[in-house]
């Protein structure tokens, strides 16, 4: 069964820094693109980064870049964000998804994870 | 970048109605299109995608169709299980959702 278990959620305040993980299991990570999906409180959902499989190809929605950071680790069969220069807009559940396809771009997500929230406040 | 829409923002409905949800792409995005269903506090839950192929496991009542800029999302015959949020997501350059159109109880 494909599992995927985000974590390190939590309080930050705005200007500080968070690192959320998402724990796969069930499927050959290594083999799958992987992406970040967040959404605010009440919101829509709103596409945040992708990665490939082999981490060669990286994309990031304008509104994080060069503030956020995505990495996996295939040995660990492990996704990661690490976000930096929080703001109160970032506030939002962040959902990790796998990438139906190897593809260089994102394409649909078939898997989701259950989410991990971040708050961003003062 | 391609903006997607949707239309109605909500949608009020009983058992039984058949219920069409519209999403338009900014530019031409083909077939690369996908739709989800997304119930509070759970995660989103693919449906359809490029444009019209049902997903393993999902109902024959959801149905999608549409290329370009415009798509339709089709449930024929209402379930109380289908009370949910759902959004299109254009995957011809990037990733892009709609902003959702809420399916309640009329």
């Known amino acids: 069964e494909v599992q995927l278990v985000e974590s390190g959620g939590g309080l930050v305040q705005p200007g500080g820094s968070l690192r959320l993980s998402c724990a796969a299991s069930?499927?050959?990570?290594?083999?799958?693109?992987m992406n970040w999906v967040r959404q605010a409180p009440g919101k829509g959902l709103e596409w945040v980064s992708y990665?490939?499989?082999?981490?060669?190809?990286?994309y990031y929605a304008d509104s994080v870049k060069g503030r956020f950071t995505i990495s996996r680790d295939n040995a660990k069969n492990s996704l990661y964000l690490q976000m930096n220069s929080l703001r109160a807009e970032d506030t939002a559940v962040y959902y990790c998804?796998?990438?139906?396809?190897?593809?260089?771009?994102?394409?649909?997500?078939?898997?989701w994870g259950q989410g991990t929230l971040v708050t961003v406040s003062s | 970048d391609i903006q997607m829409t949707q239309s109605p923002s909500t949608l009020s409905a009983s058992v039984g109605d058949r219920v069409t949800i519209t999403c338009r792409a900014s530019q031409s995005i083909s077939s690369w299109l996908a739709w989800y269903q997304q119930k509070p506090g759970k995660a989103p839950k693919l449906l359809i995608y490029d444009a019209s192929s049902l997903e393993s496991g999902v109902p024959s009542r959801f149905s999608g169709s549409g290329s370009g800029t415009e798509f339709t999302l089709t449930i024929s015959s209402l379930q109380p299980d289908d009370f949910a949020t759902y959004y299109c997501q254009q995957y011809n350059s990037y990733s892009t959702f709609g902003p959702g159109t809420k399916v309640d109880i009329k």
């Open positions: 990665i490939s499989s082999s981490s060669s190809t990286i």
């Open positions: 998804a796998r990438d139906v396809v190897v593809s260089p771009e994102p394409y649909y997500f078939d898997y």
């Open positions: 069930g499927f050959t990570f290594s083999s799958y693109s």
